[in-house]
T-cell receptor, first 112, second 118 residues
């Protein structure tokens, strides 16, 4: 089975940097995803990591350490529109090649 | 190009009834997955279809079922509804990358069908 942990809520200030952590326990690791979900909307894909290291995409970066079962999502130059839930998800041999196991999500509130 | 389309967006049912939800994937995507989202449990995997066959199934009772048609459109059905089935049901489609790239299949989600069971 899988176990994915991430903080329930975080608050940050507009223009600042915030790091959302995710730890996981799984077998046959086959990739980690981050999704963003605004209230009442569909989750949208942010990033994918399968090898150790940092993947950068504009203001968003995601890091993975497979040996530690750890990932983080880094959001720079926060904007009000970044207020959303951020979902960490893992694909492994237990969930097949397309199914993902999701964490409960981190609700980020960006304040002026 | 059009995204993943789910219908209906909202519906209200009573206990004991059944419900059918529909999902049209992105054109060219042949894999469709269904997830249930609730405040307490988060996003939980229901099942996945590819080429009209169920390829993977989550830990849900047999009251939850689905199917996929030859045009890749999918439906899921919940019979004998219970109060606890109230949730947002999300459909996601993806390409079917093979081999070493299989882990990189990105799911694109629809807006969901919000079911309320009274």
């Amino acid at each position: 089975g899988q176990n994915i942990d991430q903080p329930t809520e975080m608050t940050a200030t507009e223009g600042a940097i915030v790091q959302i952590n995710c730890t996981y326990q799984t077998s046959g690791f086959n990739g980690l995803f981050w999704y963003q979900q605004h209230a009442g909307e569909a989750p949208t894909f942010l990033s994918y990591n399968v090898l150790d290291g940092l993947e950068e995409k504009g203001r968003f970066s995601s890091f993975l350490s497979r040996s530690k079962g750890y990932s983080y999502l880094l959001l720079k130059e926060l904007q009000m529109k970044d207020s959303a839930s951020y979902l960490c998800a893992v694909r492994d041999q237990d969930t097949g090649r397309r199914a993902l196991t999701f964490g409960s999500g981190t609700r980020l509130q960006v304040q002026p | 190009k059009a995204g993943v389309t789910q219908t209906p967006r909202y519906l209200i049912k009573t206990r004991g009834q059944q419900v059918t939800l529909s999902c049209s994937p992105i054109s060219g995507h042949r894999s469709v997955s269904w997830y249930q989202q609730t405040p307490g449990q988060g996003l939980q995997f229901l099942f996945e279809y590819f080429s009209e066959t169920q390829r993977n199934k989550g830990n849900f009772p047999g009251r939850f079922s689905g199917r996929q048609f030859s045009n890749s459109r999918s439906e899921m059905n919940v019979s004998t509804l219970e109060l606890g089935d109230s949730a947002l049901y999300l459909c996601a489609s993806s390409l079917r990358l093979a081999g070493a790239l299989s882990g990189a299949n990105v799911l694109t989600f629809g807006a969901g069908s919000r079911l309320t069971v009274l």
